[in-house]
Nanobody, 121 residues
Framework: QVQLVESGGGLVQAGDSLTLSCVASGGTFEDYVMAWFRQAPGKEREFVAA???????LHNDSMKGRFTISRDNAKNTVVLQMNGLKPEDTAVYYCAADEEIGRITTTPSYWGQGTQVTVSS
């Protein structure tokens, strides 16, 4: 079973960039499709982006162009690069993983503990 640990959250100003990282352990990283979700206060958890084992990538259309997901299989790491941050991007950001791409945008099996991103206006 894979364990996921996120890092890189913090307090930034509108327009800034931030890079979130998630390190996976306890499994074979290449076996998993990796994803990022976020949950803002009072809102449901929202899919942000996913990256397949090699090149396949999915993005939430509302964030596409500002947020980019990448993965480094040699370092067991998935990264979310966030540019042009807005106050409405304030949320807890979660790393997630699943063996099946069909579940990755809705109900992935494995979750990290989350990292807080706060964007001030």
């Amino acid at each position: 079973q894979v364990q996921l640990v996120e890092s890189g959250g913090g307090l930034v100003q509108a327009g800034d960039s931030l890079t979130l990282s998630c390190v996976a352990s306890g499994g074979t990283f290449e076996d998993y499709v990796m994803a990022w979700f976020r949950q803002a206060p009072g809102k449901e958890r929202e899919f942000v982006a996913a990256r397949g084992r090699y090149f396949a990538t999915l993005h939430n259309d509302s964030m596409k162009g500002r947020f980019t997901i990448s993965r480094d299989n040699a370092k067991n790491t998935v990264v979310l690069q966030m540019n042009g941050l807005k106050p409405e991007d304030t949320a807890v950001y979660y790393c997630a993983a699943d063996e099946e791409i069909g579940r990755i945008t809705t109900t992935p099996s494995y979750w990290g503990q989350g990292t807080q991103v706060t964007v001030s206006s």
